[in-house]
């Protein structure tokens, strides 16, 4: 087993998977530091859905053309879930307040389903696994994703996780320095360094970008993710919401 200091800072993302199965008991440890995760008022406001039918896989990887879906052994979906409270309040008789129709209510799940995929990024990891986190299936068809997976109300997808014994071994890709992530006390006081020492990061990202192992590119940091909100603003995630139960009003 890797340390958790390797594990965390020598993280890559994984697209290519050997054929080999996950051990069961490797499976177990990951559900279990799932399952151990804090969560917003113990609320445990998240469910996983485990993937391992090929065809669904298959299925997913068709309407998001992302390989690792098809090519990894499990697939574990994260999802907000309001439904089982929801379930458990009509059995005892107890009124559900329409949470969910608040922000903090949309955020809570995200921010639960969010903490427990990191969970199980660091049990894989730590376990020889490789990972890849798939925010697409989230956004490419939320409503056939939703079909596909027979999300009830309250329930949607917050982000895929691809598991699988690693095929490559890609380059650690370089991130943002300390100074541009961590602030004493308050905000950065000095924005002007700030934007200074972004554009050294930007510009670290294309000679990595132009250098490394595999597939290359010309692309920095600040206009390839600028192009990725540009494409992002076409999704009506909202509309994905009310259907799946969640009419946010304030």
Known sequence: MKS???????????????????????????????????????????????????QLKEELYALTNQKQLKTC???????????????????????????TNTMDGVVIGIIDASLAMMSAVVAAEAEGLGCNCVGYLRTVDPAKVAELLHLPKGVFVVCGLALGIPREHPDLKPKQHRDTVFFKNRYCADEERLVDDLLKYDEEISAYNTTRSGTTSDNDWCGHILDYYRHAMEYRILDYLKAQGYDVQR
């Open 4 to 54: 958790v200091k390797d594990s965390l800072l020598n993280r890559t993302s994984i697209r290519r998977y050997e054929r080999e199965a996950i051990p069961e008991e490797t499976m177990d440890f990951i559900y279990d530091a799932i399952r151990n995760t804090p969560t917003s008022y113990n609320g445990q406001q998240f469910s996983v859905i485990d993937i391992s039918d090929q």
């Open 73 to 99: 052994n499990r697939l574990l979906i994260f999802c907000s879930d309001y439904n089982k409270i929801a379930r458990l309040a009509e059995k005892k008789g107890l009124d559900m307040p329409p949470f």
